[in-house]
């Protein structure tokens, strides 16, 4: 297939390069002539580089904006996303499928490169790719990668050095904490996925999540942002077919299912020994789903929200 989903992405991180001043983000080109844009190691970046962070990861087939919002009393920012391409711009693209891991570099990679690259199962499955000639990707970690981790990744997509850019912010960063927190439908995407759901009946799809406060470091940010999609973020699908596979399958999809619910992130990913994949997948979730059929006009909710463990998450 063409590029539809890189296509997209690189024209919005294009217009995040000419702006980059405005967005207090670093652009950096590598001797291998590849881009590689500081948005929150070495440079405050802010509100608007995080959405657009956002945005860029759904290849730009989603929509991202703050929202007030209130934690038991405590005003607080909650993240809004909404998409009617959940696949494209959930699965496809801003799902964090790809480990990046090349000499000491470590990384979580989203974006439409994972489509490029087609290194994951979901790409088989779904019977989708792509072959661009210009690809973008987000990687979620606190150093920029080197001419070796760009080398990888050319390989894998076939795409060449000089026509790859990879956005990196921590989540103890401004924008990269609200790149994260913007997965609320993503994490509802994902576990449909995974539990062999037809996410093609999904039409649209709504999430909201609070905005956790900005950790003092790359581990705690690890922690507030994935407590705030696990004990704090709603999801609401609008989805065709039947009502009897939303009602079986409901009760497995959101975070309350799995055996390690009601510890905050943090600890759950000690004890995994701070390797994301090898924590039960049940797990990365939101807290609530809420299934609108449309049609048959039937709506089913399942999960739950703890306010009491994200207040002690966020520090309130």
Not at 75 to 90: F, I, K, M, N
Not at 283 to 304: E, H, K, M, R, Y
């Amino acid at each position: 297939m063409s590029g539809v989903l890189n296509e997209r992405a690189c024209r919005l991180a294009e217009y995040l390069l000419a702006k980059a001043g405005e967005l207090k983000v670093i652009p950096h080109t590598l001797e291998n002539g590849a881009t590689i844009v500081d948005c929150g190691i070495e440079t405050p970046a802010g509100i608007q580089a995080g959405l657009l962070l956002a945005r860029i990861c759904m290849s730009d087939l989603g929509d991202v904006q703050l929202v007030p919002g209130t934690l038991e009393g405590q005003t607080l920012p909650y993240l809004q996303v909404q998409t009617d391409h959940a696949v494209e711009s959930c699965l496809l693209s801003q799902y964090a499928g790809w480990k990046i891991d090349v000499d000491d570099f470590f990384a979580m990679g989203s974006g439409s490169m994972r489509a490029a690259a087609e290194k994951e199962d979901l790409y088989r499955i779904l019977a989708f790719g792509e072959t661009p000639a210009k690809t973008v990707g987000i990687l979620e970690a606190n150093t920029l990668p080197s001419v070796n981790v760009v080398e990888m990744i050319s390989k894998a997509t076939g795409v060449e050095s000089k026509n790859i850019t990879l956005l990196v912010a921590p989540t103890s960063s401004i924008a990269g904490n609200i790149q994260v927190i913007s997965r609320s439908v993503e994490t509802a995407m994902h576990k449909l996925f995974e539990c062999e759901f037809d996410v093609h009946r999904i039409q649209a799809g709504y999430g909201i999540a609070p905005l956790a406060p900005v950790a003092k470091d790359h581990l705690s940010g690890i922690g507030r942002t994935n407590d705030a999609i696990l004990y704090g973020s709603s999801v609401t699908l609008w989805v065709t077919g039947d009502d009897k596979s939303l009602q079986e399958i409901g009760p497995s999809i959101p975070s309350s299912s799995a055996a390690c619910f009601g510890k905050p992130f943090l600890e759950v990913f000690k004890e995994a020994n701070h390797d994301f994949y090898e924590i039960d997948p049940s797990f990365f979730s939101p807290a609530v789903i809420i299934f609108q059929n449309l049609d048959t006009g039937n709506v089913f909710q399942f999960g739950q929200t703890n306010t009491t463990l994200l207040k002690n998450s966020f520090g309130f």
